[in-house]
């Protein structure tokens, strides 16, 4: 099992910046890729980035492209989603995600991760 708790949400402009991290635990050696994913009111579950847990590959939403930037540390078991130029289409509830199947590159697809953190609210006021 491998558990995920998400933080850094909160309130900003537009133009504005935050940080968000979601922190692993458990048996986060068997972890081969997070990401993170948000939720609007209304809207389906909508793929942002994702990372592979020993580097390498990364993917990008095309509508966070050039705004956005996935990191990890694997030290910490820590990954994270810097969030700049945000924009009030970018307002939604951030979930971050990973997964323990060695298998394929499917970033963008809900059902290839396994585990899920709770979610934290991001709100961009224009």
């Known amino acids: 099992q491998v558990q995920l708790v998400e933080s850094g949400g909160g309130l900003v402009q537009a133009g504005g910046s935050l940080r968000l991290s979601c922190a692993a635990s458990g048996r986060t050696f068997s972890v081969y890729a997070m990401g993170w994913f948000r939720q609007a009111p209304g809207k389906e579950r909508e793929f942002v980035a994702a990372i592979r847990w020993s580097g390498g590959n990364i993917d990008y939403a095309d509508s966070v492209k050039g705004r956005f930037t996935i990191s990890r540390d694997n030290a910490k078991n820590t990954m994270y989603l810097q969030m700049n130029s945000l924009k009030p289409e970018d307002t939604a509830v951030y979930f971050c995600?990973?997964?323990?199947?060695?298998?394929?590159?499917?970033?963008?697809?809900?059902?290839?991760?396994?585990?899920w953190g709770q979610g934290t609210q991001v709100t961009v006021s224009s």
């Open positions: 995600a990973a997964t323990t199947s060695p298998t394929g590159w499917t970033t963008h697809r809900v059902a290839w991760y396994g585990y």
